[in-house]
């Protein structure tokens, strides 16, 4: 019996040593066709080192450990021969052979693969701020009188279902006219327009000031009357339709903003991105008033209008203050004005934050205290993220408002504002390139800003390049023109950000990166 065991023991440890070496892959190899080259990289496990065996009639006496790049013409690509140590062991040769990639040419490289996130943004961006929409004193109000209007019809979860999706198909519409009216390129053209910009920074001032108590911002009571006095006196989906619409006039004068913001920050991601925004904003404004019509008796505990609703909109206009000054910092920014640096734009943040904190705490003692309560949940945050935001005047990266705040100056990098300057450069010190298509008002780009480009082991490799900075909405002498030209004709791409990356004579030597917030990806994006 003992000495089959050992046998049985003997036979399972060469199953799972064998095993083991089956799944031993300690380089992974990569290939991508680039215009009429074709780019050969093998990364390497740490505590490994590659050893080419036979690669054509190239001879390699090194060891590579980390990674192995080799650009060459497609004529010159031919199986590579190969083995693996570390330490202990080295792994059989294997031969890897490039088999090409289908429609893998430099155009289609070129496509930017933001898009997708980018339109899950805008809806994510959209959920939030009809779910913002819901607790303003133009919309809260109006749920008791939807449920009240369900209840005379005889209510139902068809007629409820019908009126929230009447609600969306209303916004969604909405997002859809926006872009047939002006189209993709002009409303790319326009969230960075210094009119646009401006009026929709004045318009949530505006807006702020009336959440502020100042004065009351109403469409004409008759609008709002006449429709439902309509949809009272119709029967069928009609009347479900007028009431949905009746929804949209009456909330107006606390959803425009919001929407007005949603659809700027939409401008120009792609065609389909005003509708995604307003699918997202109408999906989260319609439910609450669809389940309420559905089960009316939930009514009864929710909280009526009062004294909270005031206080959530002095907060509201708080947040309206800080977020109008995006409007303004593009505008300035793209025209050159100077009148908004980055320090003055985190100052107003700050006194934003402190505002929101110092009104909840001023008469907390006055309320109930579930109210305590509530008021401390935003009270705390509020009063943190002032006190977070104050290392950014004097320079820190406060990376939660990267996507607003004016982009902050990287230490250590020579930065060329002029494509062909840069080059020219870039050939006098033989150094290789990188270009950074950006904008000014590209959320993206300032993220990818702060979390990359200001990332020390990224700035340390950024050193070996010419770094070109090319802003495709500067306003000023057809500058920002010119760089898109550049983007469109010789890179096939006119969305941001777009990093191409040029050896010192100007040839491309990778495919373009496009969005990202993980440093390790562009660091192995990085050839030199």
């Given amino acids: 019996m003992g000495y089959r065991l050992k046998v049985i023991g003997f036979l399972l440890c060469c199953f799972f040593a064998s095993l083991q070496a089956q799944i031993m892959e300690p380089v992974k190899w990569t290939g991508e066709t680039i215009g009429d080259s074709v780019r050969i990289r093998a990364a390497i496990e740490p505590g490994w080192h590659m050893n080419i065996i036979e690669f054509g009639e190239r001879e390699f006496e090194e060891e590579f450990a980390d990674s192995f790049v080799i650009t060459l013409a497609k004529e010159e690509v031919m199986p590579i021969r190969y083995n693996a140590c570390d330490d202990r062991m080295c792994t059989a040769p294997e031969v890897w052979e490039y088999k090409g990639i289908e429609d893998a040419s430099l155009q289609d490289g070129n496509k930017s693969p933001t898009g997708d996130r980018s339109l899950f943004w805008i809806f994510v961006l959209g959920l939030l701020g009809g779910l913002l929409a819901i ?3 133009c919309v809260w109000p109006i749920i008791p009188m939807t449920v009240s209007f369900f209840l ?11 009126y929230g999706l009447s609600i969306i198909v209303l916004y969604v519409g909405l997002g859809l ?3 047939l009216l002006f189209g993709a390129s002009a409303l790319n053209d326009l969230s960075t327009n210094a009119v646009v910009n401006i ?4 318009l949530l001032v505006v807006f702020a000031l009336s959440f502020f ?3 009351e911002i ?5 609008w709002s009357t006449a429709l439902d006095n309509k949809a009272r006196s119709t029967g069928g989906v009609l009347s479900i339709l007028l009431m949905a619409f009746t929804l949209v006039i009456v909330s107006f004068s606390c959803t425009g903003p919001i929407i007005g913001t949603l659809l700027v920050e939409a401008a120009g991601k792609s065609l389909l991105a005003p509708a995604i925004g307003m699918l997202g904003f109408a999906i989260a404004l319609a439910l609450p008033f669809s389940l309420f019509a559905m089960f009316p008796q939930w009514l009864k505990q ?10 959530f909109k002095v907060v509201l206009a708080f947040l309206e203050l800080a977020l109008s000054l995006k409007f303004l910092s593009v505008a300035d920014m793209a025209y050159g004005w100077g009148i908004l640096p980055r320090w003055l734009f985190i100052a107003i943040w700050i006194v934003c934050f402190l505002g929101i904190g110092i009104y909840l705490i001023w008469d907390i003692w006055s309320v109930s205290t579930p109210r305590k309560i509530i008021r401390a949940i935003v009270i705390i945050p509020s009063l943190a993220f002032a006190f977070y935001l104050v290392p950014g005047l004097r320079g820190a990266p406060v990376k939660a408002i990267a996507a607003f705040a004016p982009p902050m100056e990287i230490e250590g990098r020579e930065v060329f504002n002029d494509y062909e300057e840069g080059l020219a450069y870039a050939r006098q010190e033989g150094k290789p390139v990188i270009i950074d298509f950006t904008g000014y008002g590209c959320v993206n780009c300032r993220k990818m800003e702060a979390y990359v480009l200001d990332d020390d082991s990224v700035k340390a ?3 070996n390049y010419v770094f070109i900075e090319l802003f495709v909405d500067d306003k000023r002498d057809g500058i920002g023109d010119e760089n898109s030209r550049i983007q469109r004709e010789l890179y096939g791409a006119n969305a941001q950000p777009f990093y191409v990356q040029l050896d010192a004579y100007g040839h491309q030597v990778a495919k373009p990166m496009a969005f990202t917030t993980d440093p390790m990806e562009f660091i192995n994006w990085l050839i030199y």
């Fill in 135 to 137: 607790f303003t004193p």
């Fill in 152 to 162: 005379k019809k005889g209510g139902g979860i068809k007629d409820a279902v019908l």
């Fill in 177 to 179: 006219l926006v872009t």
């Fill in 199 to 202: 009026f929709f920074f004045l």
């Fill in 213 to 215: 108590g100042l004065f």
């Fill in 218 to 222: 109403t469409l004409p009571d008759s």
């Fill in 302 to 311: 929710a909280p009526k209008s009062g004294d909270w609703m005031t206080s």
């Fill in 461 to 463: 490799r950024l050193q």
